[in-house]
Nanobody
Framework: QVKVMESGGGSVQAGDSLRISCEVS????????LGWFRQAPGKEREGVAT???????????FYHASVKGRFTIAQDNAKNIVSLQMNSLQPEDTAIYYC?????????????????????????????WGQGTQVTVSA
């Protein structure tokens, strides 16, 4: 059974930093698409950052415009663990942060593989989700 578990959320003041982490267990292979999403009360869930790993083990990171330059996503080289370092936090960053994992299963030379790359970069992950961790930023 695949499990996604976020940790590290909390309450901080504007300008502070916070690092949240996510561990995906129950999946033997390295997941090539991992990401962070967030949802504030009364708003739709939005993509924050994703990291896509190619077969060469090189990776590419994607960020929402509102967090680029402040947040950094990273993946453990050996395990399906992804972190989000959040700097210069602002009240508008307050939300429940969800971790998502979307592994590709199939032929890496197929069109589906390329489609998966595109989806990851567009924050379109839909396979495994965590329960979320609350991040609250006060002014």
């Amino acid at each position: 059974q695949v499990k996604v578990m976020e940790s590290g959320g909390g309450s901080v003041q504007a300008g502070d930093s916070l690092r949240i982490s996510c561990e995906v267990s129950g999946y033997a292979q390295k997941i090539n698409c991992l990401g962070w999403f967030r949802q504030a009360p009364g708003k739709e869930r939005e993509g924050v950052a994703t990291i896509y790993t190619y077969t060469t083990n090189s990776s590419r990171k994607f960020y929402h415009a509102s967090v680029k330059g402040r947040f950094t996503i990273a993946q453990d080289n050996a395990k399906n663990i992804v972190s989000l370092q959040m700097n210069s936090l602002q009240p508008e960053d307050t939300a429940i942060y969800y971790c998502a994992a979307d592994p590709f299963v199939g032929n890496v030379y197929s069109g589906a593989y390329f489609d998966h790359q595109v989806r990851c970069g567009k924050f379109r992950l839909d396979q495994y989700w965590g329960q979320g961790t609350q991040v609250t930023v006060s002014a």
